[in-house]
């Protein structure tokens, strides 16, 4: 069974920083991508930056140039450095991990955190 556990959502004023982490927990050798989704209010959830094994990182266009992503493949986790917070940051994000090896056994499909909350408000 693997889970997702995000951690660092909270309030920030527009131009300021947060840190988002999210740790994988269970028997995991491997994740193939890692990363980070989020969903305003009224709309559908997006993706906002992922890593896969090999380092290749895929960013939304407003992420671009402001957050950045990470990875820590020996423990599983991942970070979303998010810069330059503007009030249209505000969203509930979430961890996703797609294609993890455990005990030998590949299972391909995704897995979702609970969601962390992020408000960008002065």
């Known amino acids: 069974q693997v889970q997702l556990v995000e951690s660092g959502g909270g309030l920030v004023q527009p131009g300021g920083s947060l840190r988002l982490s999210c740790a994988a927990s269970?028997?995991?050798?491997?994740?193939?991508?890692m990363g980070w989704y989020r969903q305003a209010p009224g709309e559908e959830r997006e993706l906002v930056a992922i890593?896969?094994?090999?380092?290749?990182?895929n960013y939304a266009d407003s992420a671009k140039d402001r957050f950045t992503v990470s990875r820590d493949f020996a423990k599983n986790t991942v970070w979303l450095q998010m810069n330059s917070l503007k009030p249209e940051d505000t969203a509930v994000y979430y961890c996703?991990?797609?294609?993890?090896?455990?005990?030998?056994?590949?299972?391909?499909?995704?897995?979702w955190g609970k969601g962390t909350l992020v408000t960008v408000s002065s």
């Open positions: 996703n991990a797609v294609g993890v090896t455990s005990m030998s056994v590949f299972y391909g499909g995704q897995y």
């Open positions: 269970g028997t995991i050798s491997s994740i193939n991508v």
């Open positions: 890593m896969s094994r090999t380092g290749s990182t």
